[in-house]
């Protein structure tokens, strides 16, 4: 089945430092790979999202490029700011499968002055 | 559109009471998602609905969990009876289909002592 794995977090970084999110992805064919952010107390919400092999999806300062031959799609930051802490997710979905979305564990990300 | 709204957005209740959990998901779109957030074991997918009909439940814990979408703008999750162990955040999510954004709720908070 389709699955998601997500570095273990908690993660915890310095105001302007550099941020890498693993995850890696187990699906036949060609999914469409997402990052979502859930900050606290909040549902989640779309971060980014890249729809086939190569794609670069970004969104405010974050990118995650869609790399087959790995089966990855690491999330990136160059400079992480405080307001910038949330738990992120990675998923997956499959036209095969619906609509439905399948989630990594969650990696909680903090980020201190 | 304001979003999606669930209702309410926390609920504490005895063991063995009954509880439903309420959502309106954006309006025109064809995916309905009911999720369960525990820190034990990430995020769940418990059933979704297209176009107000069940088409995948088999997140469903148990006999005691029952989901129901009488019209494209409502949809309750029913937990009868509860237990202390479905304690947990429940997400209610939509969507216009496969590649497209999940909007998330807010959220309800279940505590069952």
């Known amino acids: 089945g389709n699955s998601v794995t997500q570095m273990e977090g908690p993660v915890t970084l310095s105001e302007e430092a550099f941020l890498t999110i693993n995850c890696t992805y187990t699906?036949?064919?060609?999914?469409?790979l997402f990052w979502y952010v859930q900050y606290p107390g909040e549902g989640l919400q779309l971060l980014l999202k890249?729809?086939?092999?190569?794609d670069k999806g970004s969104n405010k300062g974050f990118e995650a490029t869609y790399r087959k031959e790995t089966t990855s799609f690491h999330l990136e930051k160059g400079s992480v700011q405080v307001s910038d802490s949330a738990v992120y997710f990675c998923a997956l979905s499959k036209e095969t499968s619906g609509s439905r979305l399948t989630f990594g564990e969650g990696t909680q990300l903090t980020v201190n002055p | 559109d304001a979003g999606v709204i669930q209702s309410p957005r926390h609920e504490v209740t005895e063991m063995g009471q009954e509880v439903t959990l309420r959502c309106k998901p954006i309006?025109?779109?064809?995916?309905l998602f009911w999720y369960r957030q525990t820190m034990m074991r990430g995020l769940e997918l418990l059933i979704y609905f297209n176009n107000n009909v069940p088409i995948d439940d088999s997140g469903m814990p148990e006999d005691r969990f029952s989901a129901k979408m009488p019209n494209a703008s409502f949809s309750t999750l029913k937990i009868q009876p509860s237990e202390p162990r479905d304690s947990a955040v429940y997400f209610c999510a939509s969507n216009l289909g496969y590649n497209t954004e999940a909007f998330f709720g807010q959220g309800t908070r279940l505590t069952v002592v």
């Open positions: 890249a729809t086939k092999a190569d």
């Open positions: 699906a036949t064919g060609y999914p469409s």
């Open positions: 309006s025109g779109h064809d995916y």
